[in-house]
RNA sequence: GCGCCUGUGGUGAAAUGGAUAUCACAGCGGUCUUCGGAACCGUUAUUCUGGGUUCGAGUCCUGGCAGGCGCACCA
């Protein structure tokens, strides 16, 4: 019998004892008490069924106390009760020699569960626009998309992690003419593409600027939209390229490609560093024509309806409650919402998928609504099947400690990249052990720490330098909590599966191990992993704390005891910083 | 105007309706620098506001205040 079976044991008991009361089907759950003073585990169904029962919630309490001395549940060490009616339970040395050995031997697969077994869930986040680098805002939804995607396959599920490439359009356009224009080598080149089509060697590259690539491709952006400020007609220039574009001009779609697998590279590079990943990638001249046709079937069924102008309206209004949108311009062309229908309907097709998420900014909570409700009335699933997960704000500290938006336009962003160097350079600055350079790894995991420790509804107003903690509740916390147990171990003789069970020393921290599974659940109902983030300093400070008082390895028999709790403490830290996508060092 | 989100010590945050609201930073005061001091221990200080539901409310409902976002042919 595991730990887990235990608990609902327990509670199966409990439930047992309120039944033969004549409650029908008691709702019992085990909590973790706000203290472990209290005692380990706590019930607190005195109260929840004391009404019912017509008896004071202490007599309850004390009724079921005694009913569960009855029990055959030799992992009790005690039942108490304390006003106003909580049932306290301690459980016996045993009980935590077994838990400690389970952890031991699931190693890696301590806190998984199957919850979600046979489930297939697709994740869509950072779908980045490749005509900028990506900022801090793109990092948010990247650690919370792929937080996701590592919890939920923790949670038994089957995940696709895709994204949107936004490759089309007047933004991509712009930069097309930004290049032309800004990268020539020589001011008197001619801005056309004839030319550059001619000699390509007239524009400069980004190793020829000595830029990364993204940085290259967010300037070409930046100086089209200030030269439209300038001068009208290059908004003109650019708008005819996107009709060229979409006329399949050749030598426009050279120039297309050409400037985007700069974009790409540049987003690789990054994400590469970060350890994200897409199984998927929707690019978007593949498919944004495919919304029309569900539209047109909309129209055909009287679920939309046609404007005077010609455009196609919602009926969301008095089903759903919220207020309608345009489908498709007066003029036929596509919007997003068109697109994302098709989109929709071709996750659902590919990955037969059972729930599909977003994970988008709070501004596009309504969007989403309707793009949902549309797609259940297209019969493109139903609206349950779908989840805008969003996340709060992430601004930058203005002068005067307000919240500034970040834009790339006006230059006012924090790029991940630059985020990272900086808390690294922060890392090897007060670095005490020289021997081994893990700044790059650790400032990654302070980055993604720092992020996903906040509820992600959180607005975030970001400081450069102290946003990021490296000392305190920090990922390198966790981290260095991690490596000094590793050290301590290398050091006892007595790692071994046979430890006696007769010791309460670490009491509290093994007590806190019991509830990692439970953390995994409950991130995966609240979809964030901020839960774990918040246990790893729990359980690390309890750790620190418990080391800091005692010393583990001094050739005693209870060393074995000692080093094999640590040891569980390690293996969940592991598993738990997995998740948050942290890479765990054998040292700091 | 309507809708959605947010409001917790000086600062940043946590808290499936449960016990004395927890943690970090900053401040103040400490720790045989033996298993890793990027640590440990102590200390000061907090739920925007009025009403309600509940045995019990930071959490739920409702009125206000403050901030953010959204509301049809942009992306």
């Known amino acids: 019998m595991n730990t887990e079976q235990k608990i609902q044991n327990l509670e199966a008991a409990i439930s047992h004892i309120l039944s033969g009361l004549g409650i029908q089907k008691p709702l019992v759950v085990i909590d973790k008490p706000s203290d472990f003073e209290f005692g380990d585990v706590v019930c607190n169904v005195a109260m929840r069924y004391s009404k019912e029962l017509g008896k004071p919630p202490m007599e309850l309490a004390e009724f079921i106390t005694e009913a569960l001395k009855e029990s055959e549940l030799s992992y009790l060490e005690k039942t108490e009760i304390a006003t106003p009616g909580f049932i306290n339970v301690t459980f016996s040395a045993e009980f935590y020699r077994d838990l400690i050995k389970e952890i031991l031997s699931l190693g890696n697969n301590y806190g998984k569960n199957d ?69 020539r080598k020589d001011q008197s080149t001619e801005i056309s593409i004839d030319k550059w089509i001619e000699d390509k060697t007239a524009w400069y590259t980004p190793e020829e600027k000595s830029m990364l690539p993204d940085v290259f491709v967010t300037e070409c952006y930046v100086h089209a939209g200030e030269e439209i400020k300038k001068d009208q007609s290059v908004e003109g220039i650019i708008r005819e390229m996107v009709v060229q574009w979409e006329a399949g001009d050749k030598k426009v779609h050279e120039l297309w490609s050409f400037v985007l697998t700069y974009a790409y590279e540049g987003m690789e590079r990054t994400l590469n560093r970060l350890g994200s990943y897409w199984d998927n990638v929707w690019h978007e001249h593949e498919h944004y024509q495919e919304g029309k046709s569900y539209v047109e079937l909309g129209l055909e069924k009287g679920i939309f309806k046609k404007l005077e102008d010609g455009a196609v309206l919602t009926d969301l209004e008095e089903k759903y409650g919220i207020p309608d949108t345009i489908l498709l311009k007066k003029d036929g062309t596509s919007l997003y919402i068109t697109q994302d229908i098709a989109l929709t309907a071709k996750k659902r097709d590919k990955f037969s998928a059972d729930r599909l998420l977003w994970v988008i900014g709070p501004e596009q909570s309504l969007a989403m609504k309707q793009l949902f409700a549309v797609c259940e009335q297209l019969g493109i699933g139903e609206v349950s099947d779908y989840s805008h997960v969003s996340y709060g704000y992430v601004g930058l500290k203005d002068d005067d400690g307000g919240f500034k938006k970040m834009s790339s336009r006006a230059g006012t962003v924090l790029l991940i990249d630059d985020l990272i160097d900086t808390v690294k350079e922060k890392i090897k600055a007060q670095a005490k052990v020289s021997d081994v350079d893990n700044s790059e790894q650790l400032a990654i995991g302070a980055v993604k720490f720092s992020l996903l420790k906040a509820d992600r509804t959180q607005e975030i107003v970001f400081d450069p330098d102290q946003s990021v903690e490296i000392s ?52 995966q109902k609240d979809l964030s992993v901020h839960h774990i983030a918040q246990y790893l300093l729990d359980l690390s400070s309890a750790f620190n704390s418990w080391y800091g008082n005692e010393t583990l390895v001094d050739g005693s028999e209870k060393e074995a005891y000692r080093l094999a709790l640590a040891k569980a403490v390690a293996v969940t830290i592991k598993n738990g910083l997995e998740i948050l996508g942290i890479e765990t060092l054998d040292r700091v």
């Open 115 to 183: 919850d979600l077994a046979g489930q297939k869930w697709v994740i869509e986040h950072t779908s980045p626009n490749p005509n900028k680098a990506m900022h801090l805002g793109h990092l948010r939804n990247n650690l919370v998309g792929m937080g996701l995607v590592r919890l939920l396959k923790a949670n038994g599920a089957e995940v696709i992690s895709d994204a949107i490439d936004n490759n089309r359009g007047i933004a991509i356009a712009k930069l097309m003419w930004g290049y032309l224009s800004l990268m």
């Open 472 to 523: 305190g509740a920090s990922g390198i916390y966790v981290m260095y909590t991690y490596a000094r147990i590793l050290s301590v171990l290398s050091k006892g003789e007595n790692v071994s599966d046979s430890f006696s069970a007769d010791l309460t020393t670490g009491g509290d921290l093994r007590k806190i191990l019991m509830f990692y599974p439970e953390i995994i659940k409950r991130s």
